[in-house]
């Protein structure tokens, strides 16, 4: 399964995304890793609507993007090779069988299968636009272990902090309600892709988790990414100001 990679770059914005969570696919041989449908399509499958919305930002951008082609409960390609949810046993609270007893050789097979061709994938993007920013597109759910989520955005970040602040005054002038390293924090490590990428490459880079909520049909997330559009397309101008 290779990733999905829209190869939309006109010229006119240098930036790059990237959707590590873009799909809840599992290969029929894994019989879902011993789940229902119904959890496989759920969040802890996949980042609700991050696809439609990066695929439509991409569209109206003109920019490149790849997608990752597989459920994050194969491989997690927003993680750490050493981390312990690299493959999960729990998600969220939800055991997954499949994952339970995985043994040296089928991890290496799915990191071969799943996760290595989406980060080539990044790569070979960032080579081809060696001025770009790196955006990583997320989702989150509303609510979490009984914890509500109360706002629209998110801005991730461990560094390029005026990048960020940037990022989200536009994304709050576009009627959005927007939180810093929430509902998850840079700091503490949890963009892997995007740092791991903006660093090899010495580009700025950002995540942004967006409320599902909002996400649930293509037409809403297309709308959502149409208010997004002019805060993200001012991003690289900025990154570039930032460096000199």
């Excluded at 790059?16 to 802890?44: F, K, M, R």
């Excluded at 914890?147 to 998110?154: H, K, L, W």
Aim: glycine share 6%; proline share 6%.
């Amino acid at each position: 399964m290779q990733p999905v990679t829209l190869s939309r770059a006109t010229g006119r914005v240098p930036l790059v995304l990237s959707c590590e969570h873009a799909s809840a696919a599992v290969p029929p041989e894994y019989d879902n890793l011993g789940l229902t449908a119904a959890q496989v399509t759920d969040h802890i499958g996949w980042d609700i609507g991050a696809a439609a919305v990066t695929a439509a930002l991409s569209a109206r951008l003109g920019v490149p993007a790849v997608l990752s082609a597989a459920s994050r409960l194969l491989v997690d390609c927003n993680r750490d090779l050493g981390d312990r949810d690299l493959i999960p046993h729990v998600s969220h609270g939800v055991e997954v069988p499949g994952n339970a007893a995985v043994d040296d050789d089928e991890r290496s097979r799915r990191l071969a299968r799943f996760y290595d061709p989406y980060h080539t994938a990044i790569d070979t993007q960032l080579a081809n636009h060696p001025e770009a920013l790196l955006l990583s597109m997320h989702s989150f759910t509303p609510e979490l272990n009984g914890c509500a989520r109360p706002f629209d955005v998110g801005v991730l970040f461990d560094c390029y902090d005026d990048l960020a602040q940037s990022l989200a005054r536009g994304v709050a002038a576009a009627g959005f309600a927007v939180r810093m390293n929430e509902p998850y924090s840079g700091l503490e490590g949890l963009i892997f892709s995007a740092r791991s990428h903006g660093r090899r490459h010495d580009i700025p880079y950002l995540e942004l988790e967006i409320n599902n909520r909002l996400l649930r049909r293509d037409d809403d997330a297309i709308a959502v990414a149409i208010r997004l559009a002019d805060a993200i397309a001012s991003l690289p101008n900025q990154a570039l100001r930032h460096k000199r």
